[in-house]
């Protein structure tokens, strides 16, 4: 062999031997938001080429400023060397970030099965839906329509009042405190001023409900002997059992605990919440039935009226004991207008239109 073909046949094996450009090893420092599946969609190899190269145990949780060895890749930054080179990933495209939500609803451990997967994916719907179920049983709020307005049904006489609750200093209307004074009066026609605090309270609860009709179901109630409280807030024109149309009670009561200084009574087994104004807030439940005797939830509540208190507005109790004076007034009732002690208002055969009490 001559001379010259033994150098061409040494330069030839010498350059076989060397690495190759087109399947070099590049150096790719990771930075905030790459992943995987981004990096290898970057430099075009497959992902797990990359957990292999690198000996990666947790791909969903890459440490930013970490390098990663990216295997069998072109260099086109310098094609005449094989030595390693940094490389900075562009920022992320569309493709990378969807890549990379993709892998946030992976599973870290990369032998997970995909029935777990699913069982994931499954298990946030599940959750999100019981946020929801619990947002629409315990809030019911909306934006208010008319902000300030209470509109109020008296169930028993189906009364209705657009009732404009403040005056121009902010303070409850006196014509709002009358207005409440004759809808909140008793069965037999007795009347009490009611408490201005009481009034704000609901025009709070309308507010947060949308300015949906408040249902009265009773307010007033002068002493008897047979109520279990003996001093219930309702002889004093500072209590009220009511109901909020088109929101269930539950809701209703869960709304009335978070106002200050207020008595909260839940009846499950009836058809309102109880709320009263307090120095100091309390709650209560009353599991029994009109009728029956209190069965609260624990003992020494602080608890305002019994279910078998409420005889107003169709509420069905038992007959009331007909040797007690249930129309006995409490200290400052009157008569309300066109009714006295011992008869019972007339009830209108038709709803008084809705019209604003409050207008001259």
Same mark, same amino acid.
């Given at each position: 062999?001559?001379?010259? +073909?033994?150098?061409?046949?040494a ?15 590049v ?9 995987i ?6 430099y ?5 080429? *990359? ?13 930013v ?10 260099d ?10 940094t ?10 970030r969807?890549?990379?939500?993709? +892998? ?25 839906a019981?946020k ?14 008319t ?5 109020v ?40 001023? *009611?408490?201005?605090r009481?009034?704000?309270l ?16 009773s ?7 047979t ?39 839940y ?12 120095d ?16 609260y939830?624990?003992p020494?509540?602080d ?28 200290p ?29």
């Open positions: 062999m001559g001379l010259r +073909a033994f150098v061409a046949v330069v030839l094996a010498a350059a076989s031997a060397l690495p190759s450009v087109a399947a070099a090893d150096q790719h420092t990771i930075g905030r938001g790459h992943t599946e981004a990096i290898a969609n970057r075009h190899v497959t992902a797990k080429a *990359i957990i292999e190269a690198n000996h990666l145990k947790d791909v969903k949780h890459l440490r400023g970490d390098v990663l060895t990216i295997p069998g890749v072109k086109k930054s310098d094609t005449t060397t094989s030595k390693a080179k490389h900075e990933a562009p920022k992320p495209t569309a493709e990378d969807a890549a990379n939500a993709a +892998a946030e609803r992976r599973p870290a451990s990369a032998d997970t099965t995909a029935s777990s997967s699913r069982s994931e994916r499954k298990g946030e719907k599940v959750a999100k019981g929801t179920n619990g947002r629409e049983t315990t809030t019911f709020a909306m934006k208010a329509k902000p300030g307005v209470i509109h049904h008296r169930i028993a006489t189906t009364e209705q009042y657009d009732v404009h609750v403040g005056d121009r200093r902010g303070r409850v209307s006196p014509v709002a405190l009358k207005t409440f004074e004759k809808m909140m009066r008793s069965p037999n026609g007795m009347a009490h001023p *009611i408490e201005p009481l009034v704000a609901l025009s709070v609860v309308s507010n947060h409900f949308g300015s949906r009709k408040i249902e009265v179901v307010g007033f109630r002068p002493f008897t002997p109520q279990f409280n003996p001093h219930s807030n309702h002889m004093h024109g500072k209590a009220i059992d009511f109901r909020v149309a088109g929101v269930p009670n539950e809701a209703l009561r869960d709304f009335c605990r978070t106002l200050k200084n207020v008595g909260c009574g009846y499950p087994n009836s058809v309102f919440v109880h709320m009263d104004v307090r100091q807030s309390a709650f209560w439940i009353d599991y029994s039935k009109p009728g029956e005797a209190p069965r939830n624990a020494g509540l608890a305002d009226e019994g279910t078998s208190d409420v005889h107003d507005d169709g509420h069905p109790t038992t007959a009331p004991d007909p040797s007690s004076d249930a129309t006995a007034p409490s400052g009732a009157t008569p309300s207008p066109g009714a006295t002690p011992t008869e019972t208002p007339s009830v209108p055969s038709t709803a008084t239109p809705s019209a604003d009490p409050t207008a001259p």
